[in-house]
T-cell receptor, first 113, second 113 residues
Framework: GNSVTQMEGPVTLSEEAFLTINCTYT??????LFWYVQYPGEGLQLLLK?????DKGSNKGFEATYRKETTSFHLEKGSVQVSDSAVYFC????????????FGTGTQLKVEL | DVKVTQSSRYLVKRTGEKVFLECVQD?????MFWYRQDPGLGLRLIYF???????EKGDIPEGYSVSREKKERFSLILESASTNQTSMYLC????????????FGQGTRLTVV
């Protein structure tokens, strides 16, 4: 079945540092890939998505590229801010999983001044 | 803005009680989902629904049931609450044409004592 593996956290960075959160997946066919973010005390929000190989999703300075050859969708940001402190979830959907999302375990990011 | 509203942010219930968690969305989405979120396990799908009166089991349906009598409302029911059901519960909705895009509520933190 489908699965998502994320790097374990917490990841602690200084403000303006470069961020990479690794995500790899196992799925049948060509799934859609997503990054969701959960700020403290809130539900999940869609951060970015990619629906086919070599697509790059981007939003709020975050980027991730759908790499079919390495089954990866790593999240990157060039310069993090304290306000980026949150939990980040990588997820995938379909075709094997239909319209349901399979999530990774989440990576907590802490950004310090 | 899409809004997914969960009826309670925090609930405390006793072992053996019947518990109802309610979720309402205002965007006429066909698909609705219930997940539970636990540290180190990420989000796991309990049940989902593609249409009114339709439901399908997710990955961890044991001990839960659901009801979808109206398109905008999806209820999660714990028939007889147990302490191992203490968790954060997240409701989500999404359009069929959106290809698994999901919009989440703020979550209900349920404690069973």
């Amino acid at each position: 079945g489908n699965s998502v593996t994320q790097m374990e956290g917490p990841v602690t960075l200084s403000e303006e540092a470069f961020l990479t959160i690794n995500c790899t997946y196992t799925a049948t066919g060509y799934p859609s890939l997503f990054w969701y973010v959960q700020y403290p005390g809130e539900g999940l929000q869609l951060l970015l998505k990619a629906t086919k190989a070599d697509d790059k999703g981007s939003n709020k300075g975050f980027e991730a590229t759908y790499r079919k050859e390495t089954t990866s969708f790593h999240l990157e940001k060039g310069s993090v801010q304290v306000s980026d402190s949150a939990v980040y979830f990588c997820a995938l959907s379909g075709p094997g999983g239909g319209n349901k999302l399979t999530f990774g375990t989440g990576t907590q990011l802490k950004v310090e001044l | 803005d899409v809004k997914v509203t969960q009826s309670s942010r925090y609930l405390v219930k006793r072992t053996g009680e019947k518990v109802f968690l309610e979720c309402v969305q205002d965007m006429d989405h066909e698909n609705m989902f219930w997940y539970r979120q636990d540290p180190g396990l990420g989000l796991r799908l309990i049940y989902f629904s593609y249409d009114v009166k339709m439901k399908e089991k997710g990955d961890i349906p044991e001990g839960y049931s659901v009801s979808r009598e109206k398109k905008e409302r999806f209820s999660l029911i714990l028939e007889s609450a147990s302490t191992n059901q203490t968790s954060m519960y997240l409701c989500a909705s999404g359009p069929t044409r959106g290809g698994a895009l999901a919009f989440f509520g703020q979550g209900t933190r349920l404690t069973v004592v």
